[in-house]
């Protein structure tokens, strides 16, 4: 099972080319089924059959796993049933009759426009000093609520990943797939205060392109990123406590009440499905409805 596992991990990284995060979480769950099923007696991949997959399941959810979870799981298990199938480590795809616990569609809090304004603000307040951390911070949350791009995405930014002149920065994003985002004046504004002030205190040899710096003058990671983006919101009265998903989040809330389609907000979250976007839409039609209960006289 252990050489099955090694080749499965081969797979994902030579040909499906899978990030090194999405590797380790799809092994981590391929561990626990194989690890189950030999507890049950089977010590060969191709005795693993629907059963074992859904005690196993039954067993997640026993020890208080999230729908979510579940149905990342079931997919994970599903995925390499098929695997197995394919190349001939196994007679029949077992996991082709796995079903998937519908997952809690729900999301979190998100920032008004006016807070969004106050964040942003306050942030540029504190680095009228010109202090490299200060530019740096403004630059980050100015380009993650101008384009709603994720922390990991932000974090792998490279210098030559941005279009000045156009206003567009490359994104990497999920399974690989690169996408040129916009983002407006105000972005640009503390983008180029940041490379042209900041980013020269920060770098040190051996930063290379990395557009943003810790206070080593390396990359900066994405723990630093939310720890950021935490303190930040806590300067805002009244603002909910949110990470860099939040302030996505919150930006693409914005471009729907401002009145942009959802084909196009999707192309700009980088969304492999147009249902993931629709879920925004949940958002607005709250603000809408609690807008009506507030200001219409029949409310």
Known sequence: MMRVLADYERHLVSERDLTPHTVRAYLADI???????HRLGQDDVAE???RTLRSWLAKQQSMGRSRTT???RATAARVFTAWLART?????DAGSALGSPKAHRTLPDVLRADEARDLLSAAAELADDGSAIGLRDVAMLELLYATGIRVGELVGLDVDDVDDARHLVRVLGKGRKERSVPYGRPAARALEFWLRQGRPQLMVEGAGAALFLGARGRRIDQRAVRTLVHRRIADVPGAPDIGPHGLRHSAAT????GGADLRSVQELLGHASLATTQRYTHVTTDRLRRAYAQAHPRA
Do not use: K, N, Y
């Open 31 to 37: 561990a626990g089924v194989l690890d189950h099923a």
């Open 88 to 92: 001939g480590r196994a007679p029949h």
């Open 254 to 257: 914005h471009l729907l009440e």
């Open 48 to 50: 693993l059959d629907l």
């Open 70 to 72: 579940l149905s990342r």
